[in-house]
């Protein structure tokens, strides 16, 4: 059995992936699709099965040889180009869609779905306002505008078209399957499935074994999704003492990384303390467990890594009651409580929580993405493909 992999240009999430693929007997090709392909060569130089791909790989007569010589075509992170290519395929192959949130979270707010608290989105509008009237800024404005008229107008409809073809999907958890059915209804119906990117042992367990503070983790990224001004506005009501306010601001958008770590250090002073730079695994971990409370503001699946590695680790979570992980976690007994008990008065939000449950925490983790589980998830998967294939070819 053959499968080819349509890769993101994303080695610290998808090289995991690739390595669960590959404990299998089957023979993995994975393209990397990129406009930068020296670099990406550069990237991925000892990857034997990687291919580095310019995204114009896709209308080629390569691509179209390659997917006769396999038996199954993964898209790994679904976007305009892999919308493309799905569209490309021949309809006896099986095609799976493995989404990691970002991918699937913007067709669900086109359809409606807000991720942004009110804050927010103000800041959001404020910020675009503020790009100024210089001709560069203008420029750049115009092509946002474009962006946006281009996505909503060419993109979108193709990339709805092509999830019709689609007959598999992956996401981290089911909730989010059926989210998206509940959205798409008759247009999405594909079989359920789930590609792992990390594990308890090679992401959770990285760096200190245990937190070892009492200071406050604040999101994931420099992306308004984390909703930071909300949960700022929440944790202001509480005397936090000497808590340490840890903010990871190292990726996404710098405009909003600046107007946060300015909002933030007028709001908390010196116990702000924003994280800018990026850090190998291990050490991060090791920062950020100085945290003995971590409140994510998204109201989507985002930032899991963050999460479940505190989680793990000993920490008390606080998520949006609309987020599928808070869903999937409260479903499966976890030990995490709603972003909204913030909105309490009371300070029985900083206790720790009990050695029983910090053990059911990591128990959950454990029966999640524990490398047995992941490995028999796997198996799971190229079963449920051969056996796909089987029925449609009969």
């Not at 669960?20 to 406009?35: C, P, R």
């Not at 594990?199 to 930071?228: C, D, K, P, Q, W």
């Amino acid at each position: 059995m053959k499968i080819l992999h349509l890769a993101p240009y994303e080695k610290k999430f998808f090289a995991f992936a690739a390595d669960i693929f590959d404990t299998q007997d089957v023979d993995n090709q994975y393209i990397i699709l990129t406009k930068d392909v020296r670099r990406a060569r550069e990237f991925f130089a000892n990857r034997k099965n990687f291919r580095i791909e310019h995204t114009r790989y896709i209308r080629s007569d390569s691509f179209a040889c390659d997917l006769k010589e396999c038996d199954c075509l993964v898209v790994h992170f679904l976007h305009i180009i892999k919308a493309q290519a799905i569209m490309r395929t021949p309809k006896h192959l099986p095609v799976v869609w493995a989404g990691w949130g970002g991918d699937y979270y913007d067709l669900l707010s086109q359809s409606g779905f807000k991720l942004l608290g009110d804050r927010t989105q103000q800041l959001v509008y404020t910020l675009e306002r503020q790009i100024g009237c210089s001709t560069t800024k203008i420029i750049r404005r115009f092509k946002a505008l474009i962006s946006k008229i281009r996505y909503s107008v060419f993109y979108a409809p193709i990339i709805k078209k092509a999830i019709k073809r689609v007959d598999f999907f992956s996401s981290p958890f089911e909730e989010d399957f059926a989210l998206l059915r509940s959205h798409f209804e008759k247009d999405f119906d594909p079989i359920y499935t789930r590609i792992f990117y990390g594990s308890v042992e090679r992401t959770f367990m990285s760096g200190v074994e245990s937190i070892y503070g009492n200071n406050i983790l604040i999101g994931n990224s420099a992306t308004a999704t984390n909703n930071h001004l909300e949960v700022f506005e929440m944790l202001s009501t509480h005397d936090l003492g000497d808590r340490k306010i840890i903010v990871p601001l190292s990726y996404g958008d710098t405009n909003y990384r600046d107007a946060i770590i300015a909002y933030g250090s007028s709001l908390f002073g010196d116990r702000f303390q924003p994280v800018v730079d990026l850090m190998p695994l291990d050490e991060y971990n090791t920062h950020i467990a100085q945290c003995s409370m971590v409140v994510m503001g998204h109201r989507r699946q985002e930032g899991a890594g963050n999460t479940f590695t505190m989680l793990y680790k000993g920490s008390k979570v606080f998520l949006d009651e609309a987020n599928t992980v808070y869903q999937y976690l409260k479903n499966n007994g976890a030990y995490v409580y709603a972003l909204q008990d913030l909105r309490s008065g009371e300070e029985s939000i900083f206790d720790a929580l009990t050695d029983e449950q910090k053990h059911k925490n990591r128990q959950v983790m454990e029966e999640y993405t524990g490398n047995e589980v992941v490995l028999r998830g796997m198996r799971d998967f190229i079963r449920q493909i051969k056996e796909y294939g089987v029925r449609k070819h009969a």
